[in-house]
């Protein structure tokens, strides 16, 4: 069964980088079908998609947030990562790692695994 | 890229249905059959229960369905259960592979 797993600071310093990695196990990383991506979740407010990759490094990010984001991928150690440089306290948020699926999947456009998601808070 | 809009909140009583609608552009919504929707029960991920408009995932129970007519999409609940009680989102293809989710519905059980 495939699962997904966030790790990283769980505080950040405002105007730093913050960065979170996603380990994927119980599958490849390197799927045809599935892209990888972010999507992060401000206390008691809505889901915002951040961006997605895939395995052979190509990416997409969310036009507001595309200056100051990127998304790698490390099929070697079957994970993905989020940097998000110069932070502020709107960047609070749950940010989860999601498998999105590709137009050959059996989900097209849906993300049907999640991880549980990682509380990253800026201070100051 | 705006959210795209749901409704704050919508009850039913158990055994009734409700539905959700989910508004946005041609550029998003009304141009794409890449729309998605999301139960979020508190302090859990999300989790998909519609992709592709109308089709479910495997386990997910018939009693969610899902539809679209010209920009909006609707997500129904049929024979409304406790466990029902949750917060749903939309999400569509906006084109370039990108995406938007929409505002969210707070989804009470009466």
């Known amino acids: 069964q495939l699962q997904l797993q966030e790790s990283g600071p769980g505080l950040v310093k405002s105007s730093e980088t913050l960065s979170l990695t996603c380990a994927v196990s119980?599958?490849?990383?390197?799927?045809?079908?599935?892209?990888w991506g972010w999507i992060r979740q401000p206390p008691g407010k809505g889901l915002e998609w951040i961006g997605r990759?895939?395995?052979?490094?190509?990416?997409y990010y969310n036009p507001s947030l595309k200056s100051r984001v990127t998304i790698s991928v490390d099929t070697s150690k079957n994970q993905f990562s989020l940097k998000l440089s110069s932070v502020t306290a709107t960047d609070t948020a749950v940010y989860y790692c999601?498998?999105?699926?590709?137009?050959?999947?059996?989900?097209?456009?849906?993300?049907?695994?999640w991880g549980q998601g990682t509380t990253v808070t800026v201070f100051s | 890229q705006s959210a795209l809009t749901q409704p704050a909140s919508v009850s039913g009583s158990p055994g009734q249905s409700i539905t959700i609608s989910c508004t946005g552009t041609?550029?998003?919504?009304?141009?794409?059959?890449?729309v998605s929707w999301y139960q979020q029960h508190p302090g859990k991920a999300p989790k998909l229960i519609i992709y592709e408009v109308s089709n479910r995932p495997s386990g997910v129970s018939n009693r969610f369905s899902g539809s679209k007519s010209g920009n909006t999409a609707s997500l129904t609940i049929s024979g409304l259960q406790a466990e029902d009680e949750a917060d749903y989102y939309c999400?569509?293809?906006?084109?370039?592979?990108?995406?938007?989710f929409g505002t969210g519905t707070q989804v009470t059980v009466l």
């Open positions: 041609s550029s998003d919504v009304g141009g794409y059959k890449y």
């Open positions: 999601a498998r999105q699926g590709g137009a050959s999947s059996t989900v097209p456009g849906g993300m049907d695994v």
């Open positions: 119980g599958g490849s990383i390197s799927s045809s079908s599935y892209y």
């Open positions: 999400s569509s293809y906006t084109g370039s592979s990108t995406y938007v």
């Open positions: 990759i895939f395995y052979s490094g190509s990416t």
